[in-house]
C-alpha cells in the first residue's frame, strides 16, 4: 500500500514540476518597474492567459458567417451543432493536453531541457506514436494554419469593403498580407498576453453588436427562414461550425507557453462556454431578422445598414483578424524554423526576416481563393475534421491501448468520465460521427459548394460578392443641378431605335429596361 502511494507522490510531483523553467530561472531576481509594466503586457503564462488565447483565438471572423450557416442548416439545427461540436471540441483539447503532459513527463525523465524549444504537436505525436503519425500530424496541421491564416486575409478584405468600398476586395488582400507580416515580430504564444486580452474585448463588442443591431432593425418584409432545404446547404453550415470549435490547432503551443500546462485541462471548455454566449445570440437574431437573404451574403455585415456601431465593429473585427492571423501563423513560423535550423537563435530579427517567406503563399491563397464563408466550410470538412477531432482520439486511444501504458499514465481519466472505458467509447463515437457526418457528408457538400462558387465567380476574383457597379443613368436633360448636356438620345418607346441629336431635347430622354439589362451583361 505505501509503495502505490509512494508512486501517486512521485507522478502528482512531476506533473507539477512539468513547465516550471521560466519560475525556476526569475527566482530571486528583482523586479524593476520597467520589468513589471513589460510582464503585463508581454509575458503571459498563467491559466487566465490561457483562457484568452482560447477564447480570442477560437471566434474570430467565423462570427460574421455563423448567420449564414444558420440559414442553411435552420435555427433548430445550428443551435444544436453549436452545443455538439463545443462539447466535441472541449473533448479532443482536453485529450491534446494530456497527451502533451504525458509526451512532456516522458522526455523530462529523460532529462530533456525545453527551455529554448517550443513543444508542437507533431513533436508530441513523434514522442508517443513514432514517426508516420508525426508525418500524419505535421501535414494536416500545417495544411490547417495555412489555410486558417488564408481565412483571416479574405476575412480583412471582405470587412473593410463595407467601411471603403474605393478599393476592391482583392486591392485590400494585398495591403492587409503586408499589415499580416509584421506577425513574425512576435517570439511566441507567451507575448500575445495584451492582444488576446485585447481580441476577445473586440469579438464580444461585435457579438453584441450583431444580436442588438439585428434586434432594432427588426425582420424585413417578407422574410422566410425555410432553411434547411437542401443536403448540400444543410451540410456545408454543418462544417463551418465545426471549423469554428476546431480553433485548438494550436493547443499545444499555448499550453506549452504557460507556467504550469496541467492546469489546460478545463481552460478550453471554459473558453468555449464563453464563446457560445457570444455566438448563439448573435447568429440566431441576425439569421430571424433576415432569413433567407443571408444565403447570398456570408459575411453579416453585407446585411446591417451602415452606422457609427458597425463601422466600429469592422474596425475592431479587422484589428482582431490580425491577431487571429497571428495565432494561427506563429506554430508555421516555429515548424519554418525547426526545418532551417533558427529556432535556437536568440535573435529576433534573424528569426523574424526566416519567417518572411512563410506569408507569401498565405497571401498569394489568399488572392486565388477569396471565397469569404464557403472557404471556412471546405477547411472544416477536409482538415479539421481530421487536425483536432479524429487524429488526437486516435492517437489518445493508440498511445494507451496496453495496461503497461495504462498503468503508467501521468494522468489517468478521471471517475466521472468512466475511467479508461469511458473515456475509450467517447474517443469511438467522435472519431465515427465527425468521419462520417463531418469528412464524408461534410466534405462533399462544402466542396460542391466550393467547386460552384469558383465556377460562379472564378478564381482570382477582384471582388467576391461585392455589388455589382450601376449601369450609366441617362437623367432627363433638364434634371436639377446638373449641367444640360448638348447632346441627347431620343428613344421611341418599346424600340431599341434611338437617334442621336445635338440639340436638347424637351422630353425626358430613357434607356427601355431590357436595354439596361442587355448594357449591364455586356459590359460585366
Request: charged share 10%.
Amino acid at each position: 500500500m505505501s509503495s502505490t502511494s509512494n508512486h501517486n507522490d512521485d507522478k502528482i510531483v512531476e506533473t507539477v514540476m512539468v513547465g516550471r523553467y521560466i519560475e525556476m530561472e526569475n527566482e530571486g531576481e528583482k523586479k524593476t518597474a520597467k520589468s513589471r509594466f513589460s510582464s503585463l503586457l508581454w509575458h503571459g503564462g498563467s491559466a487566465y492567459d490561457a483562457w484568452f488565447s482560447c477564447a480570442s483565438n477560437q471566434v474570430a471572423q467565423v462570427l460574421l458567417t455563423l448567420p449564414y450557416s444558420f440559414s442553411q442548416l435552420g435555427m433548430l439545427s445550428g443551435i444544436l451543432f453549436q452545443l455538439l461540436y463545443g462539447l466535441m471540441g472541449s473533448w479532443t483539447a482536453y485529450l491534446i493536453s494530456i497527451l502533451y503532459v504525458e509526451y512532456r513527463t516522458r522526455k523530462e525523465r529523460e532529462k530533456v531541457d525545453f527551455r529554448n524549444h517550443v513543444i508542437q504537436w507533431f513533436e508530441v505525436l513523434e514522442g508517443l506514436l513514432g514517426k508516420h503519425w508525426r508525418n500524419v500530424g505535421l501535414v494536416f496541421n500545417c495544411t490547417f494554419l495555412l489555410f486558417g491564416s488564408v481565412i483571416q486575409l479574405i476575412a480583412c478584405a471582405s470587412n473593410i469593403y463595407y467601411i471603403n468600398d474605393k478599393l476592391d476586395k482583392r486591392t485590400w488582400t494585398y495591403i492587409f498580407g503586408a499589415c499580416c507580416a509584421t506577425t513574425v515580430f512576435i517570439p511566441s504564444f507567451r507575448n500575445y498576453r495584451i492582444w488576446s486580452f485585447l481580441g476577445l474585448l473586440m469579438t464580444t463588442y461585435t457579438a453584441w453588436y450583431l444580436a442588438i443591431a439585428a434586434l432594432l432593425h427588426g425582420q424585413v418584409d417578407g422574410v422566410k427562414h425555410s432553411g434547411p432545404t437542401k443536403p448540400v446547404l444543410y451540410f456545408t453550415g454543418a462544417t463551418n461550425i465545426l471549423y469554428t470549435f476546431g480553433g485548438h490547432a494550436v493547443t499545444v503551443e499555448i499550453m506549452h507557453a504557460m507556467w504550469k500546462p496541467q492546469k489546460f485541462k478545463a481552460i478550453y471548455l471554459l473558453a468555449t462556454a464563453y464563446v457560445l454566449t457570444l455566438t448563439l445570440p448573435s447568429a440566431a437574431t441576425v439569421y430571424w431578422a433576415f432569413g433567407d437573404k443571408l444565403l447570398e451574403r456570408s459575411n453579416a455585415f453585407a446585411l446591417l445598414p451602415r452606422t457609427p456601431f458597425r463601422d466600429a465593429a469592422v474596425v475592431l473585427m479587422l484589428i482582431h483578424q490580425f491577431i487571429t492571423f497571428g495565432f494561427a501563423c506563429t506554430p508555421l513560423y516555429f515548424v519554418w524554423e525547426k526545418a532551417i535550423g533558427l529556432h535556437d537563435c536568440e535573435s529576433l530579427c534573424k528569426r523574424a526576416a526566416a519567417r518572411l517567406p512563410v506569408v507569401v503563399p498565405i497571401w498569394f491563397l489568399a488572392i486565388i481563393f477569396p471565397f469569404f464563408g464557403p472557404i471556412n466550410s471546405a477547411v472544416g470538412s477536409l482538415l479539421v475534421s481530421f487536425t483536432v477531432y479524429i487524429i488526437p482520439a486516435l492517437a489518445h486511444m493508440l498511445t494507451f491501448r496496453s495496461g503497461h501504458a495504462r498503468e503508467n499514465a501521468v494522468e489517468p481519466p478521471p471517475r466521472y468520465f468512466g475511467r479508461w472505458i469511458g473515456v475509450y467509447t467517447i474517443n469511438t463515437i467522435i472519431v465515427g460521427w465527425v468521419f462520417v457526418v463531418g469528412f464524408g457528408f461534410g466534405g462533399w457538400a462544402s466542396m460542391t459548394n466550393f467547386i460552384h462558387q469558383i465556377k460562379t465567380f472564378g478564381l482570382f476574383t477582384k471582388c467576391y460578392q461585392c455589388p455589382p457597379p450601376l449601369p450609366p443613368i441617362f437623367l432627363p436633360v433638364n434634371t436639377p443641378a446638373v449641367a444640360p448636356s448638348p447632346f441627347s438620345y431620343n428613344v421611341a418607346p418599346n424600340s431599341t431605335q434611338f437617334t442621336f441629336s445635338s440639340s436638347p431635347s424637351p422630353s425626358p430622354s430613357y434607356l427601355p429596361p431590357h436595354f439596361h439589362h442587355h448594357h449591364y451583361h455586356h459590359g460585366h
